[in-house]
Nanobody
Framework: QVQLVESGGGLVQPGGSLRLSCVAS????????MGWYRQTPGKQRELVAS??????????NYADPVKGRFTISKDTAQNTVYLQMNSLKPGDTAVYYC??????????????WGQGTQVTVSS
């Protein structure tokens, strides 16, 4: 089994900051990439940021609305990915989900998701 556990969500005023964390654990052989998605009611889940985990070169990708405000980073040894969110706007309000593209110890490859953490930006 694989578990992704997110933390760090909450209520913040516009212009404020939050840092999300996601730890992947369980029967993991290797992780190719991890990322953050977000979803609001009635809308599809959308990519916020992603980062490669394995290999010697880091590839980072950001959605246009968050470029310059959000930063994704990783701790490869701990199978952990972070999302530093600065200059938050009400439009960033959503449930944020962690995603991992990984291979298990039984050589099953696939996408795994966390349970989601609520981020609310409001005065």
């Amino acid at each position: 089994q694989v578990q992704l556990v997110e933390s760090g969500g909450g209520l913040v005023q516009p212009g404020g900051s939050l840092r999300l964390s996601c730890v992947a654990s369980g029967s993991i052989l290797s992780i190719r990439a991890m990322g953050w998605y977000r979803q609001t009611p009635g809308k599809q889940r959308e990519l916020v940021a992603s980062i490669t985990i394995g290999g010697s070169t880091n590839y980072v990708n950001y959605a246009d609305p968050v470029k310059g405000r959000f930063t994704i980073s990783k701790d490869t040894a701990q199978n952990t990915v972070y999302l530093q969110m600065n200059s938050l706007k009400p439009g960033d309000t959503a449930v944020y989900y962690c995603n991992a593209d990984l291979m298990t110890r039984t050589y099953a490859h696939g996408d795994y998701w966390g349970q989601g953490t609520q981020v609310t930006v409001s005065s």
